[in-house]
């Protein structure tokens, strides 16, 4: 059955994703290539650009439909494709999610999928053309996030501008941003010194609110001072933008659980996670994560054994049957 999963669409309210993280349902699985590291991997979903105090969205500017010819796109231009650094190639089975948004990892190059087109969104994200995937399979080979031995052009000044936009803040959130960056110069030392100070001064939990407050994020720093990914995440790229620093939010999934018997990773709803893009002069699209670790360790059990089974039964299905 249909497993709604909110937050990666145009629009993810704060604390909206806090319920998806509760919840242990699966809802992608995925392989590497031969020869590929098993590193953590976030999956990017959703590219949010504006924020108004409660939400992220985007503006609907539409975005490129990319024909795909023979099965494959071809997703980077030749600059990208020169760039060093370390490839991975990937097979990704989403759920039937209620979403249709492609989850990809890293900066993808390639997209290999049985799709007439895909929409190329005006953040950079892709997305089905033509509505939600029901069980969709599809490749990719991406380059994962390196700093880059040739700079990156700078983002023309609509663009920056749109990564700067503001909603009326509480006045103490500028202040935070900048005493806690006092003393530190470039953008680069900026994030970093942004990032350690909310995953060091601020706790992780699931719980979510008691009550709905006017400002959750001016909540969430100077009251609550605890939450998930998504407050984490609003509150760097708030910060970043009362700086002048172009920031955006990402919506996705990370990690995943490795499966021996099948050989595939799963992702759970509670894999949804939250992190920050910031433009660096020089170097591009950088990521964030100031989220601390949540300190809830998740023990495995005969009851996750057996899951392991019954999962790798489902994928043995649709690898021997359905595909």
Same mark, same amino acid.
């Not at 989850?103 to 509505?131: K, N």
């Not at 803040?169 to 202040?175: C, E, G, K, T």
């Not at 969430?220 to 001072?225: A, D, G, M, N, T």
């Not at 360790?297 to 021997?320: K, N």
């Given at each position: 059955?249909?497993?709604?999963?909110?937050?990666?669409?145009? %629009? @993810?309210?704060?604390?909206?994703?806090?319920? *998806? $993280?509760?919840? &242990?349902?699966?809802?992608?699985?995925?392989?590497? /290539?031969?020869?590929?590291?098993?590193?953590?991997?976030?999956?990017?979903?959703?590219?949010?650009?504006?924020?108004?105090?409660?939400?992220?969205?985007?503006?609907?500017?539409?975005?490129?439909?990319?024909?795909?010819?023979?099965?494959?796109?071809?997703?980077?231009?030749?600059?990208?494709?020169?760039?060093?650094?370390?490839?991975?190639?990937?097979?990704?089975?989403?759920?039937?999610?209620?979403?249709?948004?492609?989850?990809?990892?890293?900066?993808? %190059? @390639?997209?290999?999928?049985?799709?007439?087109? *895909? $929409?190329?969104? &005006?953040?950079?994200?892709?997305?089905?053309?033509? /509505?939600?995937?029901?069980?969709?399979?599809?490749?990719?080979?991406?380059?994962?996030?390196?700093?880059?031995?040739?700079?990156?052009?700078?983002?023309?000044?609509?663009?920056?501008?749109?990564?700067?936009?503001?909603?009326?803040?509480?006045?103490?959130?500028?202040?935070?941003?900048?005493?806690?960056?006092?003393?530190?110069?470039?953008?680069?030392?900026?994030?970093?010194?942004?990032?350690?100070?909310?995953?060091?001064?601020?706790?992780?939990?699931? %719980?979510?609110?008691?009550?709905?407050?006017?400002?959750? $994020?001016?909540?969430?720093?100077?009251?609550?001072?605890?939450?998930?990914?998504?407050?984490?995440?609003?509150?760097?790229?708030?910060?970043?933008?009362?700086?002048?620093?172009?920031?955006?939010?990402?919506?996705?999934?990370?990690?995943?659980?490795?499966?021996?018997?099948?050989?595939?990773?799963?992702?759970?709803?509670?894999?949804?996670?939250?992190?920050?893009?910031?433009?660096?002069?020089?170097?591009?699209?950088?990521?964030?994560?100031?989220?601390?670790?949540?300190?809830?360790?998740?023990?495995?059990?005969?009851?996750?054994?057996?899951?392991?089974?019954?999962?790798?039964?489902?994928?043995?299905?649709?690898?021997?049957?359905?595909?």
């Amino acid at each position: 059955q249909r497993y709604h999963l909110p937050g990666f669409s145009n %629009e @993810v309210r704060l604390g909206e994703i806090g319920e *998806v $993280l509760q919840q &242990s349902t699966p809802v992608m699985h995925f392989r590497l /290539g031969e020869g590929n590291r098993p590193e953590p991997l976030k999956w990017r979903g959703a590219v949010l650009s504006r924020f108004d105090g409660k939400r992220w969205f985007n503006l609907a500017t539409g975005g490129d439909i990319l024909p795909v010819e023979k099965g494959r796109l071809i997703l980077a231009d030749d600059a990208q494709r020169r760039r060093q650094g370390i490839r991975i190639r990937y097979e990704v089975q989403l759920r039937d999610i209620g979403s249709d948004a492609l989850f990809l990892a890293g900066v993808p %190059e @390639v997209l290999w999928i049985d799709s007439p087109t *895909v $929409l190329r969104t &005006s953040s950079g994200a892709y997305r089905l053309s033509y /509505g939600t995937g029901e069980g969709l399979r599809y490749g990719a080979s991406s380059f994962l996030e390196t700093p880059s031995a040739e700079p990156v052009p700078e983002l023309p000044p609509t663009v920056t501008t749109e990564y700067l936009q503001l909603p009326a803040l509480d006045p103490r959130i500028a202040a935070l941003a900048r005493d806690v960056t006092s003393g530190y110069s470039t953008d680069r030392m900026l994030a970093r010194v942004l990032e350690n100070y909310l995953r060091t001064h601020y706790a992780y939990t699931l %719980e979510l609110p008691s009550r709905t407050v006017a400002d959750p $994020l001016a909540h969430f720093l100077f009251e609550r001072r605890e939450g998930h990914c998504e407050y984490f995440a609003s509150a760097m790229a708030v910060m970043l933008r009362a700086l002048g620093i172009p920031a955006r939010v990402i919506t996705g999934f990370q990690g995943g659980t490795f499966n021996p018997i099948s050989g595939w990773y799963v992702v759970r709803a509670s894999d949804a996670h939250s992190w920050v893009e910031s433009w660096l002069s020089g170097r591009g699209w950088t990521t964030f994560d100031p989220t601390p670790p949540d300190p809830v360790r998740r023990r495995g059990s005969i009851w996750g054994r057996l899951y392991l089974y019954l999962d790798a039964a489902e994928m043995f299905w649709q690898d021997w049957v359905v595909n």
